[in-house]
């Protein structure tokens, strides 16, 4: 019986960012992984790509959103944002349609698509919204460590107004049951960062990990579905470094930076963003859009972080098909 390749889809990103040329590199290097459908603007990409690209197997949906006159590399702007968003749109159709199996998704810009009117900080509360998924997760991963944050993009201020017993509650639960779905984990091992230094030392500094942390971790205990070793709330670094370590499959994080930090040290080249929660697999690679490299015509860009995004949307997938 032939093997049917997967089929996944790639959202350029911002047209005026380092997504089409990183999509042309990993599509070259990963021939053969998959079938690959790239939705974006295919003036853009050709531009991006440039002659030195041997990327030939794939499939282009273009939108044909970018107008010529006056496009450059390298600027924010409301009509690049409006774009992004119209090729995450084309791709939850294609989603919708089986005509793609999984969603990798090239860096957009926050300011950007603000700017064109979509106030979203990101991906995951985008997606989230356009398919109605109530509860969802953000999980970050390396080769080293996989977390899970508990706030997203907020600014540090809000952070401990944000946390609340069912949030962490959920978080960890979504988090248990993709590890073993999705990462062959039967008895996943966890733990959970503290919000503050020291993990408050018992309320020294700081009353959240007591009133909200321990009540959310006292209440997983006694959860019927929870088949993992759960441990915290622990000092931040205490926690991530035992994790980086292996005593830990997974770190539960308060707050963005807790998260990247650690991974970006850890290892940058193959940062992976998934999407837990989501009828679909989505995943995106751990950077930005990186302008500046753009505007200087792409000088030291590396598609490792997207060849591992895809790499894992790949695996995922086919971890699914095979249930």
């Given amino acids: 019986m032939t093997k049917i390749p997967i089929r996944v889809g790639i959202t350029m990103g911002d047209p005026s960012g380092i997504g089409s040329y990183i999509t042309a590199k990993a599509i070259e290097r990963l021939d053969g992984l998959a079938e690959f459908i790239v939705i974006g603007d295919k003036r853009v990409f050709e531009k991006a790509k440039g002659k ?6 794939y499939r282009f949906v273009d939108l044909k959103n970018v107008a010529e006159k006056n496009f450059k590399f390298g600027e924010t702007r409301a009509e690049y944002g409006k774009a992004s968003i119209e090729y995450l749109d084309q791709a939850l159709e294609l989603i919708k349609d089986k005509e793609i199996d999984c969603i990798v998704t090239c860096p957009i810009s926050k300011e950007a698509i603000n700017l064109a009117g979509y106030k979203y900080s990101g991906h995951t509360e985008y997606f989230s919204r356009k398919t109605g998924a109530e509860d969802f997760v953000m999980m970050l991963l390396n080769s080293r460590l996989k977390i899970s944050l ?7 201020a809000c952070v401990t107004s944000e946390l ?5 509650y ?21 733990v959970v960062c503290g919000v503050n230094p020291h993990a408050s030392d018992n309320g020294l500094i700081g009353d959240e990990e007591n009133n909200i942390v321990k009540p959310a971790l006292k209440r997983l205990a006694g959860a019927a579905d929870n088949n993992g070793i759960i441990d915290g709330p622990l000092s931040a670094d205490v926690a991530i470094a035992r994790a980086a370590q292996g005593e830990y499959d997974c770190v539960i994080a308060m707050y963005h930076d ?4 650690p991974l970006k040290l850890t290892d940058d080249k193959n940062g992976v963003n998934i999407t837990l929660g989501l009828s679909f697999i989505r995943t995106s690679p751990l950077h930005g859009t990186a302008f500046d490299i753009a505007a200087a015509g792409f000088r030291g860009a590396k598609a490792d972080s997207l060849i591992a995004a895809i790499k894992l949307a790949v695996k995922c997938v086919s971890v699914q098909k095979n249930a």
Avoid: D, M, W, Y
């Fill in 258 to 261: 807790q998260a990247l930090i």
């Fill in 170 to 190: 959920k978080t960890i639960l979504l988090t248990c049951k993709s590890l073993k779905e999705l990462f062959f984990l039967k008895k996943p091992r966890l």
């Fill in 150 to 156: 508990v706030t997203r993009h907020s600014p540090l």
């Fill in 164 to 168: 609340t017993e069912g949030k962490i």
């Fill in 52 to 57: 030195k690209q041997k990327a030939k197997n």
